[in-house]
């Protein structure tokens, strides 16, 4: 992986309301991507994933879409409620990667995003 | 199972001492990793392993060293330390590349250089 730029870096939102992040990457290589949800003090957290061979993915209130031609992707927050409150980080990787010991496995993460919601 | 553990939780050290960061990690996972998270930055990865007896750099590995002697341990150790390192770490595991599964990571080690 390579960049990745992540957008807006801090959030706020009505609580109810839908929250958007964006992310973009430059790695045409990629093809996983997954969203961390980081709340304050705690380790990060898998929330949802998706594949480059899905153009869209669903969990109850969380949704993740992607445009692999335009090589970004963006989670979506429904209904959000103050527990949604954290930093939530996007990553890409290349799961066809083997072991190359060149530095470019493991997941590239964006800067973050804090979302906050508001009562 | 415990998943993935970090010892210690909190370190503070002096420029040019040196100290070791323990990652242990009991769901048999091959692959485990060390990231470091400053504020802005996101998580960087440091080094990693795809198997014990197995390392490999990151993006940022300067000033690290890693060792995998055992599959559920993965150390990192700082031999000179300098207040650039003060961070974050948090270790990860998984049971194939990170592409292919899930990401597990530990509390985290907040370490302050002086």
């Known amino acids: 992986g390579e960049n990745v730029e992540q957008h807006p870096s801090t959030l706020s939102v009505q609580e109810g309301d839908s929250a958007v992040i964006k992310c973009t990457y430059s790695?045409?290589?990629?093809?996983?991507f997954p969203w961390y949800k980081q709340e304050l003090g705690k380790r990060p957290q898998l929330i949802i994933d998706?594949?480059?061979?899905?153009g869209e993915k669903k969990d109850q209130r969380i949704a993740v879409t992607l445009n692999k031609t335009a090589k970004h992707f963006s989670l979506h927050i429904t209904e959000t409620q103050p527990e949604d409150s954290a930093v939530y980080f996007c990553?890409?990787?290349?799961?066809?990667?083997?072991?190359?010991?060149?530095?470019?496995?493991?997941?590239?993460f964006g800067k973050g995003t804090h979302l906050i919601i508001q009562p | 199972n415990a998943g993935v553990t970090q010892t210690p939780k909190f370190r503070v050290l002096k420029t040019g001492q040196s100290m070791t960061l323990l990652c242990a990690q009991d769901?048999?996972?091959?692959?485990m990793y060390w990231y470091r998270q400053d504020p802005g930055m996101g998580l960087r990865l440091i080094h990693y392993?795809?198997?014990?007896?197995?390392?490999a750099k990151g993006e940022v590995p300067d000033g690290y060293n890693v060792s995998r002697l055992k599959k559920q341990n993965f150390l990192l150790g700082l031999e000179s330390a300098a207040p650039s390192q003060t961070s974050v770490y948090f270790c990860?595991?998984?049971?194939?590349?990170?592409?292919?599964?899930?990401?597990?990571f530990g509390p985290g080690t907040r370490l302050t250089v002086t």
């Open positions: 990860a595991s998984s049971l194939r590349l990170a592409g292919v599964h899930e990401q597990y």
């Open positions: 790695d045409s290589a990629s093809n996983y």
């Open positions: 998706i594949r480059s061979n899905v």
């Open positions: 990553a890409e990787g290349d799961n066809t990667i083997l072991y190359s010991g060149g530095g470019a496995d493991g997941l590239t």
């Open positions: 769901m048999n996972h091959e692959y």
């Open positions: 392993s795809v198997g014990e007896g197995t390392t």
